[in-house]
Nanobody, 121 residues
Framework: QVHVTESGGGSVQFGGSLQLSCTAS????????MGWYRQAPGKERELVAQ???????VNTDDVKGRFSISRDTGKNKMSLQMSRLKPEDTAAYYC???????????????WGQGSKVTVAS
């Protein structure tokens, strides 16, 4: 079992900045990927950014140049620095971790509780 906890988020004016943080913890697993999804009211959940072991972080086109993801693989921590925020960035942001069980080699995704981000125009 892997626990994913988030912190951060909140409300900000157009053009402002916010940071989200996430920590994944579990026994007998290796976290191979961590990332952020978001879901706006009435819309499907969409990928924002993710980082996989031994690769460079990936940001979606909507947030390139505005959002930055960083990950401490040793501590299974990740942060999402969001700048130049727009009202369309308003959503619940969810952290996830893909963990590989060291015994079975089976991979599963685990999700945080969600952090609300509201950007006023």
């Amino acid at each position: 079992q892997v626990h994913v906890t988030e912190s951060g988020g909140g409300s900000v004016q157009f053009g402002g900045s916010l940071q989200l943080s996430c920590t994944a913890s579990g026994n007998r697993v290796h976290i191979v990927r961590m990332g952020w999804y978001r879901q706006a009211p009435g819309k499907e959940r969409e990928l924002v950014a993710q980082h996989t072991d031994n690769s460079v972080p990936v940001n979606t086109d909507d947030v390139k140049g505005r959002f930055s993801i960083s990950r401490d693989t040793g501590k299974n921590k990740m942060s999402l620095q969001m700048s130049r925020l727009k009202p369309e960035d308003t959503a619940a942001y969810y952290c996830y971790a893909r963990a590989v069980d060291l015994m079975s080699a089976r991979a599963n995704d685990y999700w945080g509780q969600g952090s609300k981000v509201t950007v006023a125009s």
